[in-house]
């Protein structure tokens, strides 16, 4: 136990009908601080189930995640909301942008929500120039005043990832980020979110088909059908935890 | 929105020209009887209150700071007749003095005749004959004309536009003023609009120049020959005009005429009646010739338009005669009398204009024996100066100062008079009207409301659209931390700027709509004929509006508090949307 990010037995039902069907069936998972965690594993696995309960967007069937210590669980609506704010962010496959919203406005937005009305007015000017900088660091200044429509999917995603960064979250949950693009301007994503993950020491769990991001990640989790098969220590963290292990029914079960 | 627009703008017209019509109605009420009317509980006897000089003074001492004035009255049903069938009306022996300070019977008297039973056109009243002052619906209700007004000369239109306005608005009338080329130039009329846009046509008019009598009427009368004045009913033409030639040079007029339309327009002078060979149908004309000035209306309201006046008319009636007096049963006894029409009241309530007949209060005591009689001659006794004695009253109506509280005040004056007294209050002898109208303006601001309602409706279907339209959006901004509250609130602004704007523009347009009520009735009318505020069904001339702030003021913050319970259905759908479930589906 990291004492970070603890994911302990969760499981996750959906219903279909009147038929309960398990997706995730006991999952654990640590997140030291400054990690990047790659779960990697076959369609249907789980995977994005699971980091939406780690990145509060969805709610476990059962099974409790704790933050600092601190379990979801405990938390009421508000401050789940707060904490997806400030505490967490998400960089997804379809980049989910506002479309009526410019690049530049698209960055803005979780400082938006964090403000209130009369509170925006001060803070939209600061809030502005740090989303300003973090856009052209992506090299997006060109294109701060275009709507998604009008950006290609790399751009989109750059401006996804600013968005992510604008409340310096502590976590950065990435959900298949290179997913919906080619090669190259995958690559570029690729090296963008990695200098990004140095620099600033962002812990981030990440979601991914991409052997190529799974190979930088310090640290690669497998899921099979709803349960985690292979945990990879990290050999940079000096964490003196074992990598979670799962029950192991059969993968094929 | 528009929803909203129009509820909000038809719940405030209709409730402020509801509120308009009650506010009239109960001043009509109001100024046609008294505030409090005291009568005797004793029915036995027709007068049953004597001595009224001293029940005044108490009821006066009863609530000195509210009693303003105070009216005797004998009031008792009759029959009058004017040598045709007789009709049934109300005779009320009145003070005039006293009855001007307690009713607006002052102000309704038509043709600026005075309240009292002075005969201004002179004549004497025969000997035993009492004066008396009609409601102008009795008699006279059936008697409609057509008036044919022409007029050269300076200063003429606006002696026509003065006696105009002494005419009966369903009179049908023609006014010719000036040069005429055409039929372009006569303004008619025969119901209120036409009667309002002729005397609009007359100040334009002032200025219409001189033209030669009576080429100039015989022009007209070729006309009109073949126009709309009169049918079968009788036709009066009115001349106005300096210097006129005689009455005999018009007639000379009529004369050149052709036959036929001599049928269809006859002339005469007042006292002469020309008879067409052969025509039985064919119309008789009053002809009269008359000077512009403030004399030209008296006249023709003494002459013409009101007929009836200086005429006389038989009342008839039964009284109970008194057992006590008389040491005999009660009996009744047949009493007619004579009385002669010194003028006529116009209340605008149909109800006093058909049924009202003042007379003197002396002259009704002696003529229903409510005085001291004679036992043996039943005639009543009268001292030195001719004047009867015990005079008995069974009405005294009584104005307040504070005419709301009227039933408080009554209860004062009962307690203060003691005894056996009725009292009436304005509301309670009209409550069911006063009810009936107050009933109908709080069903039409409900039935109204549902209006709102239903704009409440398309909001809730719009926002919910909305909803599922922008479920993503919901989504996206849930997971950047947007909270509950948050997202409920963005559809909930969007509910309440539909219902501020709605408001906003209903409120403007309400505004507009009253201050141009009557306008836009005419516009109504001219478009389509129908004309939406009938005169003769709601007794008002104009369609009447109060504004009445608190109503506005609710009707407004109970529509933005629909809108808003509108929007919260939708706006609570949208933040509960589950974050992953509004982003999973692309």
């Known amino acids: ?253 | 929105m528009i929803g909203v627009w129009f509820g909000v703008l038809t719940l405030l017209v209709v409730t402020s020209v509801m509120g308009g019509f009650a506010r009239d109605l109960r001043a009509r009420i109001r100024g046609m009887s008294a505030h409090i009317t005291v009568t005797s509980s004793q029915f036995s006897r027709l007068g049953s209150m004597e001595n009224w000089e001293e029940l005044a003074k108490r009821v006066k001492a009863a609530a000195p700071d509210e009693v303003i004035a105070v009216s005797p009255q004998l009031e008792w049903p009759i029959m009058i007749s004017k040598g045709q069938t007789p009709q049934p009306a109300t005779l009320v022996g009145i003070i005039p003095d006293r009855e001007a300070q307690v009713s607006g019977f002052a102000e309704h008297m038509l043709d600026g005749h005075p309240p009292d039973f002075t005969d201004f056109s002179g004549r004497k009243i025969p000997e035993g004959w009492g004066p008396c002052i009609m409601g102008s619906g009795i008699l006279t209700t059936h008697r409609n004309k057509d008036i044919l007004f022409v007029a050269d000369g300076p200063g003429t239109a606006a002696s026509v536009a003065d006696c105009l306005s002494a005419v009966n608005p369903k009179d049908k009338f023609v006014v010719y003023v000036g040069d005429a080329q055409s039929t372009g130039d006569l303004a008619t009329g025969g119901d209120e609009r036409e009667y309002r846009s002729a005397q609009e046509w007359l100040k334009g008019r002032a200025d219409a120049p001189v033209r030669k009598w009576p080429d100039l009427l015989e022009r007209i009368f070729r006309t009109l020959a073949y126009d709309t004045v009169g049918e079968t009913r009788p036709c009066v033409v009115v001349v106005f005009g300096k210097d006129l030639p005689p009455e005999s040079a018009f007639r000379d007029a009529w004369h050149r005429l052709s036959p036929e339309s001599r049928r269809l327009l006859r002339v005469f002078t007042p006292g002469e009646t020309l008879t067409e060979p052969g025509g039985e149908k064919a119309r008789a004309a009053q002809f009269l010739l008359l000077e512009p000035g403030p004399q030209a209306r008296l006249e023709l309201v003494s002459r013409v338009q009101d007929p009836y006046i200086g005429t006389a008319v038989t009342i008839t009636t039964i009284t109970p005669e008194d057992a006590r007096d008389r040491g005999v049963d009660p009996r009744i006894t047949p009493t007619s009398s004579k009385l002669a029409i010194v003028g006529a009241f116009n209340s605008g309530m149909n109800e006093y204009d058909s049924q009202i007949v003042y007379a003197p209060l002396e002259f009704v005591q002696k003529a229903l024996r409510e005085c001291r009689v004679d036992p043996n001659t039943k005639e009543p006794i009268l001292d030195a100066t001719g004047r009867i004695q015990a005079g008995r009253i069974n009405k005294l109506r009584i104005k307040v100062v504070h005419y709301d509280d009227a039933d408080k005040i009554a209860e004062r004056i009962r307690k203060g008079l003691g005894g056996s007294y009725g009292l009436f209050t304005w509301q309670s002898e009209k409550a069911i009207l006063l009810q009936a109208v107050a009933v109908e303006r709080t069903l039409t601001g409900v039935i109204m409301f549902f209006i709102v309602v239903m704009a409440a409706f398309s909001i809730l279907a719009i926002l919910s659209m909305l909803v599922t339209e922008k479920t993503r959006d919901i989504g996206i901004l849930r997971a950047q931390g947007a909270t509950v509250p948050g997202i409920m609130a963005i559809f909930l602004s969007e509910g309440a700027v539909i219902g501020i704007v709605g408001c906003g523009l209903g409120l403007g347009t309400a505004k507009y709509v009253l201050d141009n009520l009557n306008p836009l009735a005419d516009w109504i009318y001219s478009k389509t004929g129908w004309y939406p505020f009938p005169k003769n069904i709601y007794l008002l001339d104009r369609i009447p509006h109060q504004v009445d702030g608190p109503i506005w003021i609710l009707v407004v913050s109970a529509t933005l508090f629909v809108c808003l319970l509108a929007a919260l259905w939708p706006s609570w759908k949208a933040a509960r949307l589950n974050p992953i479930d509004a982003l999973r589906y692309e």
């Open chain 1, 1 to 253: 136990m990291s004492g970070f990010l603890d994911a302990r037995d969760i499981r996750r039902d959906f219903q279909i009908g009147d038929r309960s069907l398990p997706v995730l069936r006991g999952v654990d998972l640590s997140v030291e601080p400054g990690d990047v965690v790659a779960i990697v594993g076959p369609s249907g696995a789980g995977k994005s189930t699971f980091l939406h309960i780690l990145g509060l967007l969805d709610r476990p069937t059962s099974g409790s995640v704790m933050f600092k210590g601190q379990a979801y669980s405990d938390l009421g609506d508000r401050e789940r909301a707060r904490m997806r704010n400030s505490t967490f962010s998400f960089v997804f496959q379809f980049y989910h942008l506002l479309p009526e919203l410019t690049a530049l406005e698209n960055a803005l937005m979780p400082v938006m929500i964090q403000s209130s009305i009369l509170a925006w007015p001060v803070l939209r000017g600061e809030a502005r120039r740090k989303a300003r900088e973090l856009l052209e660091r992506m090299g997006m200044g060109e294109r701060l005043h275009h709507v998604p429509g009008r950006l290609s999917g790399g751009e989109r995603q750059r401006v996804a990832i600013a968005r992510a960064l604008m409340t310096s979250p502590e976590v950065v949950f990435c959900d298949e980020p290179t997913g919906n693009l080619d090669t190259v301007t995958s690559q570029e994503i690729q090296d963008l979110l990695w200098s990004l993950a140095e620099e600033k020491c962002t812990t981030f769990v990440m979601v991914t088909h991409e052997p190529s991001l799974a190979r930088r990640a310090h640290r690669v989790v497998r899921m099979v059908d709803g349960l985690i098969v292979d945990g990879e220590v990290p050999p940079t963290t000096g964490a003196a935890v074992p990598p979670a292990s799962a029950p192991s029914p059969s993968p094929n079960a």
